[in-house]
Every structure is written in structure tokens, then in C-alpha cells.
């Protein structure tokens, strides 16, 4: 047990962990932006699915890695589109419409996966990109500036939404559509158009978030290779109070325990192993317990609004 504690140990938990966070980020950001604005999206996991394999199919037969990321962005714009038509537009129950998108994710995923590859196969995935003289930095460098541009990304894009919702004309639009869309209609702002903008959004960095998986993380596409993230996803923005900061946080402590997880197992710790898988859930579900009751949603959260009424 001594060697769990060793700094070669806890440098390697570390370093995943922040790399393990990329996925929860991009997706939690993304689910954020949509419920600040009142919208509910339980289909992420299926945007992160289908924008898993379009970015790995693409790169597999194009090898070209960027190519990949852009059919994974466009696919989940392309899902969140069909969620805001359903949610805004048909007043759909939010809940149920989400579960319908996910499982409409998981199964196209599934049988692309079946008539186009039919067997696992790899990627040569985004390479590990050093940021120059802060890679340097003994034991820091190594844990957050030796990783791939995609985990960059996804922290770059947690003080933009802050500075997105918080600071601009933009944010205080989405927050009030959240809040109290009756009151901005009156104030001429389009709840559809706000919503629209913020589900679409939000799909797209779902799909980035799936792409993430395939082509910079794992390198591989597999069935269900997203083990319900996305649901954890939407409970990081319930554990963040709905902001990015405590996003972030809840991403890291995700992503923390799972990469300990793996570690437990590398390390012959005994501990059945499915026990250690079980972890990240177990810890879902008490973070949910222990916040869902502390933190105020938004007001309008789940609820259509039909601007005849």
C-alpha cells in the first residue's frame, strides 16, 4: 500500500485526472449554457456517443484529426438542433425528451459502429503537446502542461463561459430566459432564439466531448465507451450551483476518483475491481444528495414557455 503514496504515484493520479476531465468539461459546460436558460438535456450522453464515432470514423478514413473534431461538433450541433426543435417548439416534456435523445444516440451509435467498422479498431490520436517553457516546471509542468490540445481546450473554455454568462449582453440574456422568460419577452428578448442558441451549443460541446474520448483519450472507438459520463455531466452542473467555476471543480473531483480508480487497478491494490468502477457513481449520487437541496436552480428550469399565454 506504501506505493500508492509514493510522488511517482500520486504525480501519474494527477496527471490523468486532469487529462480524465477533458470529456466532463466539455459536455458539463455545455449542459450549463442550456439550463441557465431553462432547458433540461438529459440526451448528452447520446450527443457524446454519436460525436464520439463521427469523429473517430472521419479520422479513422481520413486521418485527418481535425476533420474528425469538426464532424463530431457538427453532429452534436445537429442533435441539440432536433432537442430545442422538440423542447421549444413542441413543448415536449424536457425530461423524457432528453432520455428519448440518448437512447437514440446510444443505438445509432451502436449500429453505425456495426455496418461501418463492425470491429474495434485504432486512431493515432491528437499527440501530447508540451506548452514551451511551462512543461519545464518540475512536477507542475508535468501534470497540467504536458498534456494534449484538447485538455486545454476544455480548461480555456471554463473562464470563457464564466466571462460569457457573467459579463456580457449575451449572458444576461441567457440568465434571465433561466430565470424568467415571460419578463424578458416583454423586454423584447426571443426565449426560442436564446434557446436555441444555448441547446445547439450545448450539443455541439457534447459532441466535442464525445470526440475527446475517441480521438484524443482513448484513441478507440467502442459501444456504450461513455458508461452514462454524460449523465455525471449533467450532475456536475447541479454539484457547480450552474456556474463554471464549480464546474470545474466537480469535473476535477470526477475525474480525480476515476483516475485513482484506474490506478488502484494498475497497482494490484486489493480491492475488486468492481468495486473501484463503482466509485465515480457512488460518488454521483451522494454529491447529488448532498447539493441538489442547498443550491437554487433556475426558475424556469424545465418549464416551456408559450409566448400565446
Known sequence: MTEVFSATVIIGILTSGIRLATPYLYAAIGETFGQRSGVLNLGVDGQMLLGAFAAFYVAFTTENLWLGLLAAMIVGALMGLGMAYVTVNLHAEQGIS???????????????FKMLLGTVETVKGFP???????????????????????????????????????????????????????????????????????????????GLAGASMSIALLNVFQQNMTS????????????????????LAGALLFSMVNSMQLWMQVLNIPIPSDIAVMLPYILTIIVLVATVSRVRAPSALTKPFDRGH
Request: proline share 4%; glycine share 14%.
Open 98 to 112: 432528453g432520455i428519448g435523445f440518448y437512447l437514440f444516440g446510444l443505438g445509432m451509435s451502436e449500429l453505425l
Open 128 to 206: 501530447i503537446t508540451p506548452v514551451p517553457l511551462l512543461s519545464k516546471i518540475p512536477v507542475i509542468g508535468e501534470i497540467f502542461f504536458q498534456q494534449n490540445i484538447l485538455v486545454y481546450g476544455a480548461f480555456l473554455l471554463v473562464p470563457i463561459a464564466w466571462f460569457i454568462l457573467n459579463k456580457t449582453t449575451l449572458g444576461l440574456k441567457i440568465r434571465s430566459v433561466g430565470e424568467n422568460p415571460e419578463a424578458a419577452d416583454s423586454l423584447g428578448v426571443s426565449v426560442a432564439r436564446v434557446r436555441y442558441f444555448t441547446i445547439i451549443l450545448g450539443g455541439t460541446l457534447s
Open 228 to 247: 452514462g459520463l454524460g449523465f455525471i455531466a449533467v450532475a456536475l452542473v447541479y454539484f457547480g450551483a450552474w456556474r463554471a467555476w464549480g464546474v
